[in-house]
C-alpha cells in the first residue's frame, strides 16, 4: 500500500461538543509528520463562508460544493528519537465539502507542491498538507496553510500606491513561476473591494497571494513596456500582468488622490 499521513482535525476543542475528523494524505503523497489541527468556531477574523451555506452545527451534513475557511493551531505527533514538538503554528485551514470542491482542493495543492514550491514563504503562503476522507459517506478536503493575520481586506478600503507596488512585484514573481492566478484584477479601468481577498498580509508584514483553486501553468506573454500608453490593446500580452501594472502606473501618475474608480463589491 502506498504511504499516506494522516490529520486529526478538532472543531471547538474547549466546547464539551467538540468533534474530530481524521483525513489522509493522498496515496504516494505522504507528509514529515501526522498532523494535528485544533480549529476555533469562531476564528478572530471571522469565518469566511466559501460558498452559500448556513452550516450550522455540523462540519459534514448539509449542502454539498460549500466550505469554510477557520483559523487553527497545528501540531504534529511526535516521532520516536525525532525533533521536539514545537508550540503550535497558526494555520489557516479550507475546509469542504463535496467530490468537486475537494478536487478543486486538490488542483490548489498540486499548485503549491510544484510551480509555486519555490514562492512558499514568500510570495505565496506556506504550504503544510492537503487531506481528504469520505465521512457519513460526504467527500470532505482541506488544505492547510500558513496564517496570514493581516487578512481583514474588507476594511481596507481603496488600495494605495504602496500597496498596488507590492501587488505588481508579487503578481510579477508569479508569472516567472509559470503561474497564472486566474482570479486578480478582472478590470481595466476600475479597481474592485472583492479583489482584495487575493492579497493577504503574513505574520512577516509581506504580501502573500493566496487562493490557487483556478490558477493554471502559464508561459507569460509578458507585460507592457515602460513608456506605453495605458489604453495600449493588449491582445499579444499577457492581461493579468498588465492590469496589475496598469493600475500601479496609474496611482503613481495620480498622486494619492488617484482618480481609478473605485467599486465597493
Keep these: 500500500m502506498a504511504p499516506r499521513s494522516s ?6 476543542r474547549a466546547s464539551q461538543n467538540a468533534k474530530m475528523y481524521r483525513l489522509w494524505s493522498d496515496p504516494g503523497q505522504p507528509y514529515a509528520r501526522n498532523l494535528i489541527a485544533n480549529l476555533s468556531e469562531l476564528p478572530p477574523y471571522g469565518s469566511w463562508s466559501l460558498g452559500k451555506d448556513d452550516w450550522k452545527d455540523d462540519h459534514v451534513k ?4 460549500c466550505g469554510r475557511l477557520y483559523h487553527g493551531e497545528l501540531s504534529w505527533y511526535p516521532v520516536p528519537g525525532g525533533e521536539v514538538v514545537p508550540l503550535p503554528l497558526h494555520v489557516a485551514v479550507k475546509w469542504m465539502r463535496g467530490e468537486r470542491m475537494v478536487n478543486q482542493l ?4 498540486e499548485m503549491y507542491m510544484g510551480p509555486l514550491h519555490r514562492l512558499q514563504g514568500q510570495v505565496v503562503p506556506i504550504f503544510y498538507g492537503f487531506f481528504t476522507g469520505k465521512i457519513e459517506g460526504v467527500h470532505i478536503g482541506c488544505i492547510v496553510l500558513e496564517w496570514c493575520p ?4 474588507m476594511t481596507f478600503g481603496k488600495p494605495d500606491q504602496k500597496e498596488l507596488a507590492d501587488r505588481w512585484e508579487a503578481v510579477q514573481l508569479l508569472h516567472r513561476a509559470g503561474v497564472k492566478h486566474g482570479q486578480l484584477y478582472k478590470r481595466r479601468d476600475s479597481l474592485r473591494l472583492w479583489e482584495g481577498r487575493h492579497f493577504l498580509r ?4 509581506k504580501l502573500r497571494i493566496v487562493d490557487f ?3 493554471r501553468k502559464h508561459e507569460c506573454a509578458g507585460s507592457m513596456r515602460p513608456h506605453e500608453d495605458l489604453n495600449i490593446h493588449l491582445d499579444h500580452k499577457c492581461r493579468e500582468l ?3 501594472e496598469i493600475h500601479l502606473r496609474r496611482a503613481i501618475e495620480g498622486g494619492p ?5 473605485w467599486l465597493p463589491y
Excluded: L, V
Aim: hydrophobic share 30%; glycine share 12%.
Design 62 to 65: 448539509g449542502k454539498e460544493g
Design 7 to 12: 490529520i486529526d482535525i478538532t472543531f471547538d
Design 106 to 109: 486538490r488542483h490548489e495543492a
Design 202 to 205: 503574513a505574520r512577516d508584514g
Design 213 to 215: 483553486q483556478q490558477a
Design 257 to 261: 488622490d488617484f482618480k481609478t474608480p
Design 150 to 153: 493581516g487578512n481583514e481586506w
Design 242 to 244: 498588465c492590469f496589475a
